[in-house]
T-cell receptor
Framework: SAVISQKPSRDICQRGTSLTIQCQVD?????MFWYRQQPGQSLTLIAT?????????ESGFVIDKFPISRPNLTFSTLTVSNMSPEDSSIYLC??????????FGPGTRLTVL | DAKTTQPTSMDCAEGRAANLPCNHS???????VYWYRQIHSQGPQYIIH???NNETNEMASLIITEDRKSSTLILPHATLRDTAVYYC??????????????FGQGTRLTINP
C-alpha cells in the first residue's frame, strides 16, 4: 500500500489568487494523478504527472490554469491559478502503485470566495 | 473509453448482503472492472477488481457476467461503516500508458440499522 499526504487539507481563498497543493507519497512512484471533485459530483481527472516530463492534461484542463510540478518520484504539486468560485472543489492526488489499484490522498478542500 | 451505468442510490439493512449492480456494455476485451468506494469527505478506497472471473477478497465479492457487459459487487454482511458512494470503473489506458480511472456518478449506498 501507499501512504499519501496532502497539504493543505483545506483552505479558503479569495478570487483572483492562486493556491499550490502539495502531494507527498511514502514510496517512489512513476505516475501521479490529480483529480477534482466538485460539490456533489464525481471525480474528474485533471492531469497525469510523470517525473521528468510535462504533465498530460485531460480535455477541458490547461496548464496555464492548473500548472503541475513533479520534481521527484515522491512529490508533486498542483497549482490552481487565478481562482474563481467555480474552482471550489476537493482536489485529490493519487498514485498507481501496484498496477492493480490506485491509492488516493485525503484531498484538499478548496473554497473560493 | 467504456462507460458504466449504476443506480443513483440504494438502501440495505445492516447485516444483510448489499448487491450493487453495474452495466458496462461497451467494455472491451482487455479492460478490467474496478470498484472503489468513497466514504464522506475521504479519498476513494480500492475494493476489488476483475477481468472475467468472479473475485473475492476480505472486503467484497465481484460477480462478472459471462458476456462481461455487467457486474455486481457484493458486500456480504453490510455494516453502518459501509455507507458510502460506490464507483464501478472500467480501467482505461491513456496514450502514454498511464492507468487513469474514469469515474461515473456512482451509487450512494446507505446501510440502515
Amino acid at each position: 500500500s501507499a501512504v499519501i499526504s496532502q497539504k493543505p487539507s483545506r483552505d479558503i481563498c479569495q478570487r483572483g489568487t492562486s493556491l499550490t497543493i502539495q502531494c507527498q507519497v511514502d514510496s517512489q512512484v512513476t505516475m501521479m494523478f490529480w483529480y477534482r471533485q466538485q460539490p456533489g459530483q464525481s471525480l474528474t481527472l485533471i492531469a497525469t504527472a510523470n517525473q521528468g516530463s510535462e504533465a498530460t492534461y485531460e480535455s477541458g484542463f490547461v496548464i496555464d490554469k492548473f500548472p503541475i510540478s513533479r520534481p521527484n518520484l515522491t512529490f508533486s504539486t498542483l497549482t490552481v491559478s487565478n481562482m474563481s468560485p467555480e474552482d471550489s472543489s476537493i482536489y485529490l492526488c493519487s498514485v498507481d502503485l501496484t498496477d492493480n489499484e490506485q491509492f488516493f490522498g485525503p484531498g484538499t478542500r478548496l473554497t473560493v470566495l | 473509453d467504456a462507460k458504466t451505468t449504476q443506480p443513483t442510490s440504494m438502501d440495505c439493512a445492516e447485516g444483510r448482503a448489499a448487491n450493487l449492480p453495474c452495466n458496462h456494455s461497451t467494455i472491451s476485451g482487455n479492460e478490467y472492472v474496478y470498484w472503489y468506494r468513497q466514504i464522506h469527505s475521504q479519498g476513494p478506497q480500492y475494493i476489488i477488481h476483475g477481468l472475467k472471473n468472479n473475485e473475492t477478497n476480505e472486503m467484497a465479492s465481484l460477480i462478472i457476467t459471462e458476456d462481461r457487459k455487467s457486474s455486481t459487487l457484493i458486500l456480504p454482511h453490510a455494516t453502518l461503516r459501509d455507507t458510502a458512494v460506490y464507483y464501478c470503473i472500467v480501467r482505461v489506458r491513456s496514450l502514454r500508458g498511464a492507468q487513469k480511472l474514469v469515474f461515473g456518478q456512482g451509487t450512494r449506498l446507505t446501510i440502515n440499522p
